[in-house]
């Protein structure tokens, strides 16, 4: 009995370890959130959105990045020039890249109470390799318009794949509405989920205060979860969050039909609000929930009003160390587009696993075959 309580304790300690190899890498809160990212400015080359991109100056300056007096940080769209007399008016907006890298083996949590939305707005929270589309993109939030519902994505070379729908039942608990990663595959739609919550995108979300995106990039691949803010698990919140148990994902992107280690390196977090452009202003996209042309609305501040992010707290858990990824509270990074970014590789998560494996077969099969030779 005496050994048998040891080998149980060997196998506690493990499992222990196990759930302590997620250590806190970045955390993007509070009055220095801003301090950690790059601002890209200029027009919207990416998706001929009717924007213009603010430096940091500007954007402080002109209000479109604060921290509230919950401790929030807001990035919104310029909600108070009129450029109704300018057919060439690019509204203020912001997009901002981190320059801590997202390796394998991390889990990101994005606490959000408010999102953008409204006719023409093109909000998104996503990821991107240092050179695209070889190095792969993760959307996390992406929608347009007066949409209610999220959708996830990935965005690869060609060979990443997500299971056809009649292979994939109780893997997630979202929508597979294209299962292809292919950036080439119908107009670099990408393989994707929608979520079934009316509350995880637009006035829905808003209404409802909000919730969290969690995404967890590991050896079985790329799993995703949304909660709404009256469903979150208690440990989300916390220094030591436990994805295994938070049930089944809202997306799942397996390793056996992506192998994340071939179509991903380590990624950029981005935050940016689009207007218009190539999704959001298209009128079969437009039209079915927003009457006349989405160009047509840009002009007018008004229509900006609910075209901001409120973020309660962004943190970044990995499984190990990467260059320029040290853990920060209340401030991150920040990197220009499409710059190489530096960090751990792809091999990170199974070094990790490998060493709680040997650490248990030293402590646990000498206990085991000591207990073997008593018993028999």
Known sequence: MHNLALVALAAAFCTSSANAALKLAQNYQGANFFDGWTFQNGIDANTTGNVLYQTREQALQEGLVSVNAAGHAIIKVDNTTDGTQDPTFGRPSVKILSNATVPAGSLVILD???????????????????????DGEIDIV???????????????????????????????TGTLMAPDCFNQTNGNEGCLIQDP??????????????????LLWDDTGIKIWFFTRSAI????????????????????????????????????????????????????????????????????????????????????????????????????????????????????????????????????????????????
């Open 197 to 214: 919550s009316p509350n995880s995108f637009g006035a829905g979300f808003a209404a409802n205060g909000g919730g969290v995106f969690a």
């Open 112 to 134: 959000a109470v408010f999102m953008p939305y409204g006719c023409s707005v093109w909000p998104a929270f996503w990821m991107q390799g240092p050179n695209w589309p070889d």
């Open 233 to 376: 698990p208690s440990d989300v919140p916390s220094n030591s969050p436990n994805p295994s148990g938070w049930g089944t994902p809202t997306a799942f992107y397996p390793s056996t039909t992506c192998d994340t280690s071939k179509f991903f390196s380590p990624q950029t977090i981005i935050f940016d609000i689009s207007i218009c452009g190539n999704f959001a202003g298209i009128p079969s996209v437009f039209n079915p929930s927003c009457p006349g042309l989405c160009t047509n609305l840009v002009g007018t501040p008004s229509n900006y009003n609910t075209a901001y992010f409120e973020i309660a707290y962004l943190r970044v858990f990995t499984n190990g160390s990467s260059t320029g990824s040290t853990t920060q509270t209340g401030s991150g990074s920040g990197s220009t587009p499409k710059a190489t970014g530096s960090g751990s590789s792809g091999n990170l998560h199974r070094t990790s696993t490998a060493t709680i494996f040997t650490v248990l077969a030293a402590i646990a099969l000498p206990l085991i075959g000591g207990y073997l030779s008593v018993t028999l």
């Open 142 to 172: 992406e929608n347009v318009n007066l949409a209610t519902n999220n959708r996830y994505a990935l965005h690869t070379l060609q060979g990443c794949m997500h299971p056809p729908a009649d292979q994939s039942t109780g893997i997630e």
